[in-house]
């Protein structure tokens, strides 16, 4: 056989091989194409992110209160929080792999997204978190279940404890608790049962994890108007901190004085980097 003739017949194998390398372009596509997590793998994504930073507190302070004291003091406080700080990214870590290996990677399905109409959402949420916050406390009050606080006091306390306090209250506690809740519960309840569903079933559990009879109201109706943040804004970053201004109002009256602040405005980097950072990721 010359080489015309195998040329040939070389060209006439060609379509065979096209269709043949197209069919096995979309089988490998289809397997190796990952599958959208789940409502129950975000679900669990979320119990296990509240469980790791419960023990993260546990572990951290707990460890922390058994650290002989040294000088300079400040040290051993900056320690402890750096080694909370640093627990609850792993944390964070951890739950993003429940969530996600083996699974499609879509952070929008859990509210890490950038923001959009952030002054109207907070213009709205404001007055009517306020209205909601005085209701909620009558009927608290009116049933009885006024017992409990989940107030810190720091008064008359050293400046360098006010300070970790504020870091466990101002930038940890909003990041790890949107995550959890607006971000990997939510996004579980609203695809599986709808947005409302997901928004009471969200604010509960998160008014629940608090253990305090006098917040379970009060912060169910809050957790709702943080999910509807969420949805407005199309992102759990507004909720992070509009979280973190209340908490930052709650341990300056707690005794915090002006302590607080300076970690407020690391949260609020931490925000915008975030917000810049997922930019960046395409839609």
Do not use: K
Not at 103 to 120: D, E, F, H, W
Not at 243 to 267: C, E
């Amino acid at each position: 056989m010359g080489p015309g003739a195998i040329a040939e017949a070389l060209w006439g194998l060609a379509p065979v091989v096209r269709i043949a390398c197209q069919r096995l372009e979309a089988l490998t596509g289809t397997a190796l194409d990952p599958v959208p997590p789940s409502w129950r793998r975000l679900a669990l994504a979320a119990a296990a992110l509240t469980v790791f930073d419960i023990a993260a507190a546990v572990l951290v302070l707990g460890a922390g209160a058994a650290l002989p004291r040294f000088d300079p003091l400040w040290l051993r406080a900056t320690i402890i929080a750096f080694a909370y700080v640093g627990a609850n990214v792993c944390a964070l870590v951890a739950a993003y792999q429940i969530a996600f290996v083996g699974r499609r990677r879509a952070l929008r399905t859990i509210g890490v997204a950038p923001v959009r109409r952030v002054a109207s959402t907070v213009a709205i949420y404001i007055p009517v978190l306020i209205v909601v916050t005085v209701l909620a406390v009558a009927i608290t009050h009116a049933i009885g279940l006024d017992r409990g606080t989940t107030a810190i006091d720091t008064v008359d306390r050293p400046l360098r404890y006010r300070i970790v306090i504020a870091i466990l209250a101002v930038l940890v506690a909003p990041w790890i608790e949107e995550a959890a809740m607006r971000g990997l519960l939510l996004g579980a309840l609203w695809s599986r049962f709808g947005f409302w569903i997901g928004a009471v079933g969200s604010g509960l559990a998160w008014a629940s994890i608090h253990l305090t009879p006098s917040v379970l109201i009060v912060f169910t109706a809050e957790g709702v108007l943080l999910a509807w943040v969420r949805r407005r804004t199309g992102s759990i970053l507004t909720g992070v901190g509009l979280h973190g201004a209340q908490n930052t109002f709650a341990t300056a009256v707690d005794g915090g004085g002006w302590a607080p602040v300076p970690v407020a405005g690391l949260l609020l980097v931490t925000i915008i980097a975030a917000n810049r950072f997922v930019r960046t990721i395409p839609a």
